[in-house]
T-cell receptor
Framework: GQQLNQSPQSMFIQEGEDVSMNCTSS?????WLWYKQDPGEGPVLLIA?????ELTSNGRLTAQFGITRKDSFLNISASIPSDVGIYFC??????????????FGTGTRLQVTL | NAGVTQTPKFQVLKTGQSMTLQCAQD?????MSWYRQDPGMGLRLIHY???????DQGEVPNGYNVSRSTTEDFPLRLLSAAPSQTSVYFC???????????FGSGTQLSVL
């Protein structure tokens, strides 16, 4: 089955730095979603994107829906220790065959050093 | 408001045993789904349901069975557990997958 490719797979950053991660697909999606997972918990929705080119912010987080509809980007500004976790992208709809499924990326593990 | 509740939190099975992972939501969501999470593989869809009485297969359905007799509950059954089914299982619900899923806290399953 299809999986979305996320990069980087993991990253160490210093507190206060900005973070960028991206997600790419061979398929077109109608919706892009970004989730964060804390250890021992289920993923929590951060941002939803519904239109190609859309740029949406949620506090220090900013995400963009790629123009080609095959990619999306997440930026975190001024990282803090509680940003530690795994970030997942997810795509819905488009040419994946059904609107009833979310396809998830492989995740980017973020670790922050003080 | 409890959200999505999964039980048990942890489970150890022997190869060949069967069991049911429970999932309940109190948000009146029509859409419910089960994912498994393995290291380096992200979340993979096992089965999903768009409403009571309607279920469909996801990406990795083999060895799992589901039913949806009520809007609130969506149990996942392992018919004959295998070591390859060792994983963390997440149940999720929403009004529509397009608006994003609400996840439970997961069940960590080990099959020996």
């Amino acid at each position: 089955g299809q999986q979305l490719n996320q990069s980087p797979q993991s990253m160490f950053i210093q507190e206060g730095e900005d973070v960028s991660m991206n997600c790419t697909s061979s398929s077109i999606f109608n919706t892009w979603l970004w989730y964060k997972q804390d250890p021992g918990e289920g993923p929590v929705l951060l941002i939803a994107l519904y239109k190609a080119g859309e740029l949406t912010s949620n506090g220090r987080l900013t995400a963009q829906f790629g123009i080609t509809r095959k990619d999306s980007f997440l930026n975190i500004s001024a990282s803090i220790p509680s940003d530690v976790g795994i970030y997942f992208c997810a795509g819905q709809g488009g040419d994946t065959g059904t609107a009833s499924k979310l396809t998830f990326g492989t995740g980017t593990r973020l670790q922050v050093t003080l | 408001n409890a959200g999505v509740t999964q039980t048990p939190k942890f489970q150890v099975l022997k190869t060949g045993q069967s069991m049911t992972l429970q999932c309940a939501q109190d948000m009146n969501h029509e859409y419910m789904s089960w994912y498994r999470q393995d290291p380096g593989m992200g979340l993979r869809l096992i089965h999903y349901s768009v409403g009571a009485g309607i279920t469909d297969q996801g990406e990795v359905p083999n060895g799992y069975n589901v039913s949806r007799s009520t809007t609130e509950d969506f149990p996942l059954r392992l018919l004959s557990a295998a070591p390859s089914q060792t994983s963390v299982y997440f149940c999720a619900s929403s009004y529509s997958p397009r608006t994003g899923l609400f996840f439970g806290s997961g069940t960590q399953l080990s099959v020996l």
